[in-house]
């Protein structure tokens, strides 16, 4: 992977990331880096599952497969709030 496709995933990861934790009501306590890892994640994820389900190359935008990465952005998000919540 070059340098661009890295701080392309970041970019991406920052934006679904976001997006998961306004489709989540109230406030979430977890960091900026904790967003941005989920949000990645969520995103490599996202794609396979949109791939097995035959959704990730669409005309246009893949509205199918960016609800899917921040829907699991969302899981993510929620997640790692109720780990670090435990502490």
Excluded: N, Y
């Amino acid at each position: 992977m070059e340098i661009s496709g890295i701080f392309t995933a970041i970019v991406i990861g920052i934006v679904i990331g976001i997006l998961g934790r306004l489709v989540i009501p109230g406030r979430q306590r977890i960091g900026v880096l904790w967003t941005i890892l989920v949000g990645v994640l969520a995103a490599l994820v996202g794609t396979a599952v949109a791939g097995a389900f035959g959704v990730a190359d669409t005309r246009g935008v893949d509205w199918i497969e960016l609800a899917i990465q921040v829907g699991l952005a969302a899981v993510g998000v929620t997640g790692v709030e109720r780990l670090k919540g435990r502490r």
